[in-house]
C-alpha cells in the first residue's frame, strides 16, 4: 500500500521556527506510511525545497501573498485540490489563509482538516493586524486542532479543544558540547577562546526584537568587555540594514557578528555561551528548545512562556529594562547543563515523540475516513 499523502500548508518553507519543526517531523516520520506535500502561499525558492524534494514530498505555490490577487487564488485552490483528490487529509499552520484553503478543501470533499497554532500574538502593524482578523475565522473550518503550547492554543481556538504537540527537536543531534566542533566555528567566526559569545537565532522581522536585543547586549558589553554577540538569520534586506545600522549607532562594531542563515545549527550552539531570546512574544520557540537542549544558559523575555523552560539555566525578564538583563547575565554563572537531553526527553521535547503523535494521528484519522 502507499503511503497517505498529508498536505502541509505553509506560508512558505524558509527557515524559521515554525518551518524547522515542520521538518523535523518530516525527517522522523516513517514515510512509508505517511508523506508530506507542501503548499506555499510564495512563488519563489525556499531554504528547505531540495530536502523536501529528496524526501519525496511535492511543493505546490500559490502567489497571493505577492500579488494579493483573491479570486486568482481561489480559483488555484480549486483547481489544485481538483487534481488531487488522494488528498485526505490537510494540516494548515498558516492560520491568516486559512478561512480560504480550509474552505476549498471541504468543498473538494477533504475530510480531515487540521489546524495548529504555533504563536501566541501578532505583529503590532497592518500585516499583524490584518492576519489577526482573517485569522478569527480559521478555527470554525476545522475538524482537527493542534497548538505548540496552552496559551497558543488558547489564543488561536478559544474555548475549542486543542492537542499540545510540543515543538521537538533531534534530542541527539544538539546534546553535548563538541570541543573541536566548537574550536573550528569560533575560529571561522574570529572569535578568541577568552571571549564571550552571545547567541540569538531569529529571523529578521520586529516579533523577534533585534533592536531590543542589541540595546541589551550594548549593556552587557559595558559589564563585560570581551562579550561578543553571532546573530543567525535572515531577514528583508531594508529591516537587516535598520539593525546593522543601529549596531554602529550603539557603537557595538564588529562585536556584533552577522552570520546569515545556516544549516550547521549545532555547532553554533557548541560555540556560543549563553544564548539571548528577548522576542515581543513567541509560541513556544524551537531554538528554546535546541539551546536548551545543548546546555546553555538562556536568558528570555517575560513574553515567552514560562512553561518552555525545562532546565534550570532559563532565567525570564522584563523587556524594556537592559540593566535587569545586563545584571543577571553579568551575575550569572555561564556553565551548561550536563543533563540537558535527558530533561528535554522527559519534557516530551525529542521529535521522536512528536512525530509518533502525529503520526498515528494521520494513521488513525486516514483510517476513519476512508472506512
Avoid at 201 to 214: C, D, T
Avoid at 219 to 238: E, I, S, T
Avoid at 303 to 326: N, Q
Amino acid at each position: 500500500m502507499p503511503p497517505i499523502r498529508v498536505l502541509q500548508v505553509m506560508p512558505a518553507m524558509d527557515a524559521g521556527g515554525m518551518e524547522t519543526f515542520v521538518m523535523n517531523l518530516y525527517r522522523t516520520v516513517d514515510r512509508a506510511q505517511v508523506q508530506f506535500d507542501f503548499l506555499y502561499h510564495y512563488d519563489k525558492p525556499c531554504f528547505f525545497d531540495e530536502e523536501i524534494e529528496a524526501l519525496g514530498g511535492r511543493i505546490f505555490k500559490l502567489t497571493v501573498r505577492q500579488d494579493n490577487d483573491l479570486p486568482r487564488y481561489l480559483r488555484g485552490l480549486r483547481a489544485l485540490f481538483a487534481a488531487h483528490p488522494e488528498w485526505r487529509i490537510l494540516h494548515g499552520h498558516y492560520s491568516g489563509f486559512g478561512m480560504f484553503y480550509n474552505a476549498a478543501a471541504r468543498r473538494a470533499g477533504v475530510p480531515v482538516r487540521a489546524g495548529h497554532s504555533h504563536n501566541t500574538a501578532y505583529e503590532r502593524n497592518l500585516v499583524g493586524t490584518l492576519d489577526r482578523v482573517m485569522s478569527m475565522r480559521f478555527s470554525a473550518g476545522l475538524t482537527d486542532r493542534f497548538a505548540c503550547s496552552e496559551q497558543a492554543g488558547r489564543m488561536l481556538f478559544g474555548s475549542a479543544p486543542f492537542t499540545v504537540l510540543p515543538n521537538g527537536i533531534d534530542t541527539a543531534l544538539f546534546a553535548g558540547h563538541n570541543a573541536q566542533r566548537r574550536a573550528l566555528l569560533r575560529g571561522e567566526l574570529g572569535v578568541a577562546d577568552d571571549e564571550v559569545l552571545f547567541g540569538h537565532v531569529g529571523r529578521f522581522s520586529a516579533q523577534k526584537n533585534h533592536p531590543g536585543l542589541l540595546r541589551i547586549f550594548a549593556a552587557v558589553r559595558k559589564r563585560m568587555p570581551n562579550a561578543r554577540l553571532v546573530l543567525l538569520g535572515g531577514g528583508p534586506a531594508p529591516y537587516l540594514d535598520e539593525i546593522r545600522a543601529l549596531a554602529q549607532q550603539l557603537q557595538l562594531g564588529d562585536s556584533v557578528i552577522f552570520a546569515g542563515v545556516r544549516s550547521n545549527m549545532q555547532s553554533f550552539y557548541d560555540a556560543m555561551d549563553a544564548f539571548l531570546l528577548p522576542s515581543l512574544f513567541e509560541g513556544l520557540p524551537v531554538v528554546l528548545v535546541e539551546a536548551q537542549t545543548a546546555g546553555l544558559p538562556c536568558f528570555v523575555a517575560d513574553t515567552v512562556d514560562r512553561g518552555a523552560a525545562f532546565t534550570d539555566r532559563v532565567r525570564f525578564l522584563p523587556l524594556g529594562d537592559e540593566a535587569a538583563w545586563a545584571n543577571a547575565i553579568a551575575a550569572a554563572s555561564l556553565r551548561r547543563d550536563p543533563d540537558a537531553r535527558r530533561k528535554a526527553v522527559e519534557a516530551g521535547y525529542d521529535i521522536h515523540t512528536s512525530a509518533q503523535t502525529l503520526q498515528d494521528f494521520y494513521l488513525r484519522r486516514y483510517a476513519e475516513v476512508t472506512a
